[in-house]
């Protein structure tokens, strides 16, 4: 028996029994296998169900792994440039279900939230030789994360309180209780032909021609279904699993635009000595712009800040007195499939302003603009290569750094059991 938490349940619910078979069902329910005891019977489902997590994992933008990473993240950055490094992330969560896939239920999965929210991050800094140059190591934490549309109250309520959700539900409701109100020598077929509807196997235009005249009889009499069944009775072709599954992804889509929020810090030793050299401490903020639409690209706001504390090489012995400054608001385009809907190409443009608080050196500014590009490509399913370009208007210098990273799980298939 696979364990469901509330958010799988409801959307389990509201895809009207989409993963149970329906011979089954009828063998273990009295009456007709429908939606009104629907939470319980789905903790009887014999077959496994797609797991929503890894689901919205595969399909979140490249920019979103960067801002906060829901599994594993191996990265090689700037290895076009001076100075390199080599980078491995991850949440404290997915190393212990690595090593202990037993918490890979629901019980486990709530519980762990905050672990859930917790990046950390180690790396190896390399030169223009590919030699050692220093330990780096980080933590991030969101503090606002509304995209997490799997443990949360939140989207469960956006889910039961959709006005076309509520038409399916009332629906299958009215259905249930007339099918078992029929003599026991109808009520056998009634329920085959309706489970096949609501599994998607038969369209409505497929159903016996009785079943057909009662769902339009009873949905249309019915202020909560007679918009429906007059949808339903202008299309033969009207499929209940295809409907209830795209307005599902829908609201899901729209969820996962939600604010995103994580503060960070990270550091970095000198390659000599356990001793930092610089400490980062960053804000990011992600936040969706416009409405799922499958035809449409995704448009995403970033805003990252930093105060970044440097070791003051113009000054004998080793601390970290220049203090400089950070802000870099962007806009994210994400160019999605029209199947898969993942993005395949992302184009990332913002600005950058940096100030120095500190002591300046030869022919430094206090201030400085920049016109900043991040193109990334998937060139595989969880690999993407990113290339940063910025250009200083007032300079006129251009440069940019070429990146690999690799977004994986490697839980394997005990992960995709996870509900």
């Given at each position: 028996?696979?364990?469901?938490?509330?958010?799988?349940?409801?959307?389990l619910a509201f895809l009207?029994?989409?993963?149970?078979?329906?011979?089954?069902?009828?063998?273990?329910?009295?009456?007709?296998?429908?939606?009104?005891?629907?939470?319980?019977?789905?903790?009887?489902?014999?077959?496994?169900?797609?797991?929503?997590?890894?689901?919205?994992?595969?399909?979140?933008?490249?920019?979103?792994?960067?801002?906060?990473?829901?599994?594993?993240?191996?990265?090689?950055?700037?290895?076009?440039?001076?100075?390199?490094?080599?980078?491995?992330?991850?949440?404290?969560?997915?190393?212990?279900?690595?090593?202990?896939?037993?918490?890979?239920?629901?019980?486990?999965?709530?519980?762990?939230?905050?672990?859930?929210?917790?990046?950390?991050?180690?790396?190896?800094?390399?030169?223009?030789?590919?030699?050692?140059?220093?330990?780096?190591?980080?933590?991030?934490?969101?503090?606002?994360?509304?995209?997490?549309?799997?443990?949360?109250?939140?989207?469960?309520?956006?889910?039961?309180?959709?006005?076309?959700?509520?038409?399916?539900?009332?629906?299958?409701?009215?259905?249930?209780?007339?099918?078992?109100?029929?003599?026991?020598?109808?009520?056998?077929?009634?329920?085959?032909?309706?489970?096949?509807?609501?599994?998607?196997?038969?369209?409505?235009?497929?159903?016996?021609?009785?079943?057909?005249?009662?769902?339009?009889?009873?949905?249309?009499?019915?202020?909560?279904?007679?918009?429906?069944?007059?949808?339903?009775?202008?299309?033969?072709?009207?499929?209940?699993?295809?409907?209830?599954?795209?307005?599902?992804?829908?609201?899901?889509?729209?969820?996962?635009?939600?604010?995103?929020?994580?503060?960070?810090?990270?550091?970095?030793?000198?390659?000599?000595?356990?001793?930092?050299?610089?400490?980062?401490?960053?804000?990011?903020?992600?936040?969706?712009?416009?409405?799922?639409?499958?035809?449409?690209?995704?448009?995403?706001?970033?805003?990252?800040?930093?105060?970044?504390?440097?070791?003051?090489?113009?000054?004998?012995?080793?601390?970290?007195?220049?203090v400089l400054f950070s802000?870099?608001?962007?806009?994210?385009?994400?160019?999605?499939?029209?199947?898969?809907?993942?993005?395949?190409?992302?184009?990332?443009?913002?600005?950058g302003y940096y100030h120095?608080?500190?002591?300046?050196?030869?022919?430094?500014?206090?201030?400085?603009?920049?016109?900043?590009?991040?193109?990334?490509?998937?060139?595989?399913?969880?690999?993407?290569?990113?290339?940063?370009?910025?250009?200083?208007?007032?300079?006129?210098?251009?440069?940019?750094?070429?990146?690999?990273?690799?977004?994986?799980?490697?839980?394997?298939?005990?992960?995709?059991?996870?509900?």
């Amino acid at each position: 028996m696979y364990m469901i938490n509330k958010a799988a349940a409801v959307w389990l619910a509201f895809l009207l029994f989409l993963s149970m078979n329906a011979k089954a069902q009828i063998k273990q329910v009295p009456g007709p296998v429908l939606a009104t005891d629907s939470l319980k019977l789905l903790k009887q489902a014999p077959n496994p169900v797609p797991n929503p997590v890894l689901t919205a994992d595969s399909l979140a933008t490249g920019n979103y792994k960067d801002v906060l990473n829901s599994f594993f993240q191996l990265g090689f950055e700037k290895f076009t440039g001076p100075a390199k490094e080599f980078k491995f992330t991850a949440t404290p969560f997915a190393v212990m279900a690595k090593l202990d896939t037993t918490l890979l239920v629901d019980t486990s999965y709530i519980r762990y939230r905050t672990l859930r929210n917790l990046n950390f991050s180690f790396s190896a800094k390399l030169d223009s030789s590919f030699k050692f140059n220093g330990f780096s190591s980080g933590i991030k934490y969101a503090l606002i994360n509304k995209r997490d549309e799997t443990v949360s109250r939140a989207f469960v309520n956006t889910v039961l309180g959709n006005v076309s959700t509520k038409q399916l539900f009332a629906l299958n409701s009215l259905i249930s209780e007339q099918i078992s109100k029929m003599p026991e020598s109808e009520k056998s077929k009634a329920i085959l032909d309706y489970t096949d509807f609501t599994d998607g196997v038969k369209n409505f235009g497929a159903l016996s021609q009785a079943l057909q005249d009662t769902i339009l009889a009873i949905a249309g009499r019915d202020d909560a279904t007679k918009t429906l069944a007059q949808t339903i009775g202008r299309n033969k072709n009207f499929n209940l699993k295809k409907t209830a599954d795209s307005l599902y992804q829908d609201m899901k889509a729209n969820f996962n635009k939600n604010l995103l929020w994580t503060i960070g810090i990270s550091d970095t030793t000198y390659k000599d000595e356990f001793i930092f050299s610089n400490i980062v401490i960053t804000s990011e903020l992600l936040q969706g712009l416009n409405n799922y639409n499958e035809r449409k690209n995704d448009l995403e706001l970033n805003i990252k800040t930093a105060l970044q504390l440097v070791d003051d090489s113009t000054r004998s012995g080793r601390d970290l007195k220049r203090v400089l400054f950070s802000f870099e608001p962007g806009i994210n385009l994400a160019f999605k499939t029209r199947g898969t809907k993942k993005s395949y190409l992302e184009i990332k443009f913002s600005g950058g302003y940096y100030h120095n608080f500190s002591y300046l050196y030869q022919d430094e500014e206090r201030d400085r603009f920049t016109m900043n590009t991040t193109l990334r490509v998937r060139v595989f399913s969880d690999i993407w290569i990113p290339l940063d370009i910025k250009y200083d208007p007032k300079s006129g210098n251009l440069f940019g750094y070429l990146n690999v990273r690799a977004n994986f799980k490697a839980l394997g298939n005990a992960a995709k059991q996870l509900f």
